[in-house]
């Protein structure tokens, strides 16, 4: 499995930005495909946003078309969110994820490997 590490989380206004990071190591699949999903205190864990293997096709959830955007730097095995407009509602634990496929998935058992979690706090 990849070991995942996620950075970036924190305290932001209403309508701020915030870029998570999420940094991959080891593992024995190259090129994994990526996703973030994100839990809000009392819900389940839901998707956010998935990046195939050379970032040419992601997905999102409805909710944040258009606000967030998921991207990788494959040189420095990193994973991005960057969140824009962020709203009350977008206040989680953002947990990445990846799984042993060069094609992305919505879908949260498709992935083998994930990070510990950063809080993201949005105040209104």
């Known amino acids: 499995q990849v070991q995942l590490v996620e950075s970036g989380g924190g305290l932001v206004s209403a309508g701020g930005s915030l870029r998570l990071s999420c940094a991959a190591s080891?593992?024995?699949?190259?090129?994994?495909?990526m996703g973030w999903f994100r839990q809000a205190p009392g819900k389940g864990r839901e998707f956010v946003a998935t990046?195939?293997?050379?970032?040419?096709?992601?997905y999102y959830t409805d909710s944040v078309k258009g606000r967030f955007t998921i991207s990788r730097d494959n040189a420095k095995n990193t994973v991005y969110l960057q969140m824009n407009n962020l709203k009350p509602e977008d206040t989680a634990a953002y947990y990445c994820?990846?799984?042993?496929?060069?094609?992305?998935?919505?879908?949260?058992?498709?992935?083998?490997?994930w990070g510990q979690g950063t809080q993201v706090t949005v105040s209104s």
């Open positions: 994820a990846g799984r042993a496929s060069l094609v992305a998935s919505r879908v949260e058992y498709e992935y083998e490997s």
């Open positions: 080891g593992g024995s699949f190259s090129r994994p495909a």
């Open positions: 990046i195939n293997w050379n970032g040419g096709i992601r």
